[in-house]
């Protein structure tokens, strides 16, 4: 979607590094959505903002930081990466109809 | 609680025959329904949402979803499969929770269409 932007598309780490994830969108949608997915597994929900300044917890937040300085950009951190979060990560603004728009995610390998 | 349930995790038709994707919902409220289609690696997009108006829902690419209530139940269609349909499709199923809005994604679908 070309409204939402995901820096960076690809990344390897080792464990114990940190990184942080981007998300950036030019809609003006109050609410976005941290996801990640894994085969099998669909998307889960990690951590979720309802507008600036705000965040809240998911369904799998563990070992995940994120934050919400401008309306436009949602950031997800990694503080000590572990191997069990390699997975593709999606992020996604939702506008007042409830739709979702996703970003072309950022896959994530932890070695 | 809410929760979705994609009762098949793979879907295998010929090209020019019905697609049917089943999904079944559990939530204590009325909910917000949607269907996403991922072509290969590649975001999601939304094929259609129910939000309580017609239970009937026409999408994109000639997808069509029903709401029925009775069976808590929102199965994707399409009557004639094409090859470019091929791809994972997610039904999810949202709700309001103290104040938030928070969408629960069933495990997916991967439609395989054969020539």
């Known amino acids: 979607n070309a409204g939402v932007t995901q820096t960076p598309k690809f990344r390897v780490l080792k464990t114990g590094q940190s990184m942080t994830l981007l998300c950036a969108q030019d809609?003006?949608?109050?609410?976005m959505y941290w996801y990640r997915q894994d085969p099998g597994m669909g998307l889960r929900l990690i951590h979720y903002?309802?507008?600036?300044?705000?965040?809240a917890k998911g369904e799998v937040p563990d070992g995940y930081n994120v934050s919400r300085l401008k309306k436009q950009n949602f950031l997800l951190g990694l503080e000590s990466a572990a191997p069990s979060q390699t997975s593709v990560y999606f992020c996604?603004?939702?506008?007042?109809?409830?739709?979702?728009?996703f970003g072309p995610g950022t896959r994530l390998t932890v070695t | 609680a809410q929760s979705v349930t994609q009762l098949d995790s793979h879907v295998s038709v010929s090209e020019g025959t019905p697609v049917l994707l089943r999904c079944n919902y559990s939530?204590?409220?009325?909910?917000?329904l949607f269907w996403y289609v991922q072509h290969p690696n590649k975001g999601l997009q939304l094929l259609l949402k129910?939000?309580?108006?017609?239970?009937l829902v026409k999408g994109i690419n000639g997808f069509e979803a029903e709401f029925k209530k009775s069976e808590t139940s929102f199965h994707l269609t399409k009557p004639s499969a094409h090859m470019s349909d091929a791809a994972e499709y997610f039904c999810?199923?949202?709700?309001?929770?103290?104040?938030?809005?928070?969408?629960?994604f069933g495990r997916g679908t991967s439609l395989i269409v054969h020539p």
């Open positions: 996604a603004p939702r506008d007042s109809s409830y739709e979702q728009y």
């Open positions: 809609m003006n949608h109050e609410y």
């Open positions: 903002s309802v507008g600036e300044g705000t965040t």
């Open positions: 939530s204590s409220y009325s909910p917000s």
């Open positions: 129910y939000t309580s108006a017609a239970t």
């Open positions: 999810v199923v949202g709700k309001q929770s103290g104040g938030s809005y928070i969408p629960t």
